[in-house]
């Protein structure tokens, strides 16, 4: 169901809210000022609330409860995952500018919720089969997105060390950052691989007809797969000590690249871009 006017209105001052933490958050690391801490929170925490707000308005207009349920739907519950895992990490054990890096995703994912949720809604739920592949492949994403992060902060607090540069903030050790990249890829991994099972199976008893019998050719397939080959060389890592540190964050971010790219390969053309 497409969302209406004021849906949107909220959506968009929830990510500006998002905007306005992630500025505060910036202003407390350079200035040393605890109020923008709390101040940062009070819009973090303020975001989250127009964000469920949205979610529960839109799942009363069109009188289903089921996640993932349209484009809108989908992309929206992308952005509270990710803007959670951020608020939880901060209050269980704080990683300085995390939200920095983590933030500006749910604001474009907020942003994509109303634009494509709007020119194209699409229904996804048609099955358990789907439904499972739909959860499986879009919290791959949130897991993906995390490891991007972390890998992007790797690399920036790598670079400082090797220079013995102590400007601009502390992102924690790199020990830390690795160990979070390693575990949000094995998570997003074995997400991802019941998703492309689970697709395929799809496939295979003519659940996506749209896609043809070079179904193995559409760009989300090739993406998806080009996807789960970067992360396998990413847990491959520790086996090789060449491939750790500065390339596991290269790789990490580069899998989160093709991520986002299958993700808009997937809202532009729902066929996987089959003729």
């Known amino acids: 169901m497409t969302p209406t006017l004021a849906q949107l209105l909220i959506l968009f001052l929830a990510a500006a809210c998002f905007a ?18 709390l101040l940062a929170k009070i819009q973090y925490y303020l975001g989250l609330l127009l964000g469920l707000l949205v979610l529960v308005w839109h799942a009363v207009n069109r009188h289903d409860w089921v996640p993932l349920g349209d484009n809108f739907d989908t992309l929206v519950w992308l952005g ?12 269980a054990k704080p990683l300085v500018g995390l939200d920095w890096f983590v933030m500006p995703v749910v604001m474009l994912l907020f942003i994509c919720a109303g634009i494509f949720g709007k020119a194209k809604p699409q229904d996804y739920v048609t099955s358990s089969l789907l439904w499972m592949h739909s959860v499986t492949a879009y919290l791959g994403f949130v897991a993906f997105a995390i490891a991007g992060a972390a890998g992007l902060m790797y690399l920036i607090a790598n670079r400082r060390l090797r220079s013995k540069s102590p400007a601009g903030p502390r992102f924690g050790s790199l020990e830390r950052l690795e160990h979070i990249t390693f575990l949000s890829v094995t998570i997003g991994f074995a997400l991802l691989t019941i998703g492309l099972i689970t697709g395929i ?33 990413v847990l491959h890592a520790p086996f090789n000590p060449s491939f750790r540190g500065r390339r596991t964050a290269m790789l990490s971010i580069l899998g989160f690249v093709l991520m986002v790219g299958t993700l808009v390969v997937v809202q532009f053309m729902p066929a996987g871009g089959s003729h």
Request: aromatic share 12%; charged share 10%; net charge positive.
């Open 20 to 37: 306005g933490g992630v500025a505060s958050s910036t202003c407390r690391v350079w200035t040393g000022k605890n109020h923008f801490r």
């Open 80 to 91: 509270m995952l990710l803007a959670l895992f951020v608020l939880y990490v901060q209050r």
């Open 201 to 233: 199976a799809r496939i295979h008893h003519g659940g996506n007809g749209n896609l043809g019998p070079h179904w193995f050719t559409s760009p989300k397939v090739l993406l998806a797969s080009a996807v789960w080959v970067v992360y396998a060389l």
